[in-house]
């Protein structure tokens, strides 16, 4: 079964600390992406990868980190500066092309206890 | 930069009326544009993309470089379109930048 998977569903955090969060796909993509989506700001990216190995800051990238040592992988960490963690954040891939198309998971909702 | 603004957060109409989602962008180059999809529960989707100039579902959109929009339109509403609809724009190097939706509501 083909796709995106992010994982936990839910994941909860005590102030101060670190929290990674996955994503996997068996989509064959070269570019992934990570969006926060908060309610009434839509998908803000936070970090893209276009390819294994090479990584760019999207608009809200201050307090989290990313890596792409595989090209099925693109991780992210959510760190303690971070100032507002709390959200649903969302994992993508997207084919090649003119036609491109992105994929998305289901998402993580991260909540700071 | 590139941005994508969606003014309206919520629409909201009756059955068998027509739609219009609006969405404006910047970019200092040729985009690439699309809107995409969230129903209740599920993933978000791709619903089309200019580049094609396709029908999907019965929506449209036309991309009008002069004034920089790329509003989503559909003749007759039906309550099984209400969702969460975005915009997005592609530039140059795949960065992907969407728009901030619009929750459109389908009332009988």
């Known amino acids: 079964d083909g796709g995106i ?67 099925e992988s693109f991780p992210l960490t959510v760190t303690s500066a971070q100032k507002n963690p709390t959200a649903f954040y969302l994992c993508a891939s997207t084919t090649p092309g003119w036609d491109t198309e992105a994929f998305f998971g289901q998402g993580t909702r991260l909540t700071v206890v | 930069a590139q941005r994508v603004t969606q003014p309206e957060k919520l629409l909201s109409v009756f059955k068998g009326a027509p739609v ?54 559909k003749p007759f509403a039906q309550e099984e379109d209400s969702a969460m609809y975005y915009c997005a724009l592609t530039g140059g190097g795949n960065k992907l930048t969407f728009g901030t939706g619009t929750q459109l509501k389908v009332e009988l």
């Open chain 1, 5 to 71: 998977t992010q994982s936990p569903k839910y994941l909860f955090r005590k102030e101060g600390q670190n929290v990674t969060l996955s994503c996997e796909q068996n989509l064959n993509h070269d570019a992934m992406y990570w969006y926060r989506q908060d309610p009434g700001q839509g998908l803000r990216l936070i970090y893209y990868s276009q390819i294994v190995n090479d990584f760019q800051k999207g608009d809200i990238a201050e307090g989290y980190s990313v890596s792409r040592e595989k090209k």
């Open chain 2, 20 to 73: 219009e989602l609006k969405c404006n962008y910047s970019y200092s180059g040729s985009p690439e544009l699309f809107w995409y999809v969230q129903y209740s529960r599920q993933r978000l989707q791709l619903l089309l993309r200019h580049i094609s100039r396709e029908s999907i579902k019965g929506f449209t959109a036309d991309l009008n470089k002069g004034e920089t929009s790329f509003h989503l339109k």
